[in-house]
Every structure is written in structure tokens, then in C-alpha cells.
């Protein structure tokens, strides 16, 4: 299928940056205000400790921000956790969900990441929801069939006037400098829209399938021409505006 899907340029700050990095935030919201804007949509997702100021420094540009987690409750006995409605309520219009660290580093399983996609729709908020084989998987032949049971799981059910993203993150990309081939990319891509369309219908047709795994201004463009790769999921090469914003360019 052709991209005729307006792409996202996503940039997940991890837990990375301090108020300083606000004018990272303010140069990409200057950017993607100015007559060189890029030609796509662009979202950060800085720290729960950011937000609040990325949102109102960007209050006037299209750059959108987003949370890198949610709770699965909307309130209650959670010490240390975000809701959704409070990203929501903070100024977030995208939040990730079933990122690999958050998989491995707090044992989230599918459940839980759907779990978090419903709470984050019922806020108001487009969940961006990852899914992404090992590398020990990957040497199996598994790579497809672990990405479709994560799909499986992970992927909520859907109202009408809601909408969710993908995002197709090989968990042995990620932060490595290694990215996955172009046929790989090709293969896996077009699995997810078919997976998508078999579930949701024209709104699988519709949904974005972002690729994430050192991503860099060097590989971009190459990866963003993909059929089915409907934009970028930026860890590392997020954190500079310049870096970034070379990456939606090349959108
Ligand atoms: C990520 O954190 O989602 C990611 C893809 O990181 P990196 O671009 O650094 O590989």
C-alpha cells in the first residue's frame, strides 16, 4: 500500500533531560512553526518532570507532546505513578505504551499494555502502542509471529472515533546502532497492516505503523520511503533538535 498516511516524528526522551534540554523543545517548536517546516507530524515525548513545560513552549506550534507511560487506573493508591488523565490534563495528546524497556525493566505484559491503551483512549489520548521481537527471537524465525501475539494482546478494542498507533521497535535495535533491513522492515510492516486491517477494517488501512530502532538523520530517509512505515519512533537522535528535526525532514 502506498503511504498516503501524513507521518509522525516521534521522539521518546526516556529518562533523559533536565530543564536545560527545554530549548531543544523550543528550537523544534520554533522549527516546526517556521516556513521550513517539515512535511509531517511531529511529537516529543520528554520526562513526566518536562511536560508540563514542553506543552506550554509549544503551545503555539503544531509540535505535539506526549508521555512515555501511563497508570492503568485513572486515580488511586499509586505512589510514583502518571495517569493518563493526567498526561491528558497536563497538555499530552500521545502517550507510549508497552515500550520494550517498560516490557522488561517493570514485566509488563500484553494485558497490561492494553490495559494502559484503554486508559489512555478514555483520557482522550492516541496511545502509541510498541511491539517488537528479541533478538534471540528473531534468530528463531519468530519475529512475526511474537509481533502478531503482541497485537493480539496489546491492541484494545476500539470505538469508532478512536485511534491508536503502532509502533514496530525490533527490541534488538534499539539503542544499538543496529537497524533492522530494509526487506525486514518491509515484511514486518506489511504483517502489521494486515493484522490491522483483519481487526479494524478501513481504520487498519488508516493507522499509523511507526518504525523504531536507531533511527538517525544517516538512515531516515531510506527507512521513512518504506511501504507501510508511516513514521518514526526516535530514542537517542531525539534529544537534539538539530538531529531530530533532520529526521522529520527527511519525512
Ligand atoms: C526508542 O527508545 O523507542 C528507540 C527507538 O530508541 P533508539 O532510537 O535510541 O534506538
Request: charged residues 20%; hydrophobic residues 45%; aromatic residues 2%.
Amino acid at each position: 500500500m502506498p503511504n498516503t498516511i501524513r507521518p509522525l516524528i516521534a521522539g521518546n526522551w526516556k529518562m533523559n533531560g533536565l530543564r536545560a534540554s527545554l530549548r531543544e523543545i523550543r528550537a523544534m517548536a520554533e522549527k516546526v512553526s517556521g516556513k521550513d517546516r517539515p512535511d509531517c507530524d511531529v511529537l516529543v515525548c520528554p520526562p513526566a518532570t518536562l511536560l508540563a513545560e514542553a506543552v506550554a513552549l509549544s503551545a503555539d506550534s503544531p509540535l505535539a507532546t506526549g508521555g512515555q507511560n501511563c497508570h492503568v487506573a485513572r486515580t488511586g493508591a499509586h505512589t510514583g505513578d502518571v495517569s493518563a488523565e493526567m498526561l491528558a490534563d497536563a497538555g499530552a495528546r500521545f502517550v507510549i505504551v508497552g515500550h520494550s524497556e517498560r516490557r522488561s525493566d517493570h514485566g509488563e505484559t500484553d494485558g497490561v499494555v492494553q490495559a494502559k491503551a484503554r486508559a489512555a483512549l478514555d483520557a482522550g489520548l492516541v496511545p502509541i502502542i510498541c511491539v517488537g521481537e528479541t533478538g534471540a527471537q528473531r534468530l528463531d524465525a519468530l519475529a512475526i509471529t511474537v509481533v502478531e501475539h503482541q497485537l493480539d494482546g496489546s491492541v484494545p478494542q476500539l470505538q469508532e472515533n478512536e485511534q491508536i498507533v503502532i509502533a514496530y521497535e525490533p527490541v534488538w535495535a534499539i539503542g544499538t546502532g543496529e537497524v533492522a533491513t530494509p526487506a525486514d522492515i518491509l515484511r514486518m510492516h506489511a504483517s502489521i497492516r494486515d493484522w490491522l486491517v483483519s481487526r479494524l477494517a478501513l481504520k487498519g488501512q488508516e493507522t499509523r505503523i511507526l518504525y523504531g530502532g536507531s533511527v538517525k538523520p544517516e538512515n531516515a530517509a531510506e527507512i521513512l520511503a518504506l511501504a507501510n512505515v508511516n513514521g518514526g519512533l526516535v530514542g537517542g537522535a531525539s534529544l537534539k533538535a538539530r538531529d531530530f528535526l533532520a529526521i522529520a525532514d527527511a519525512a
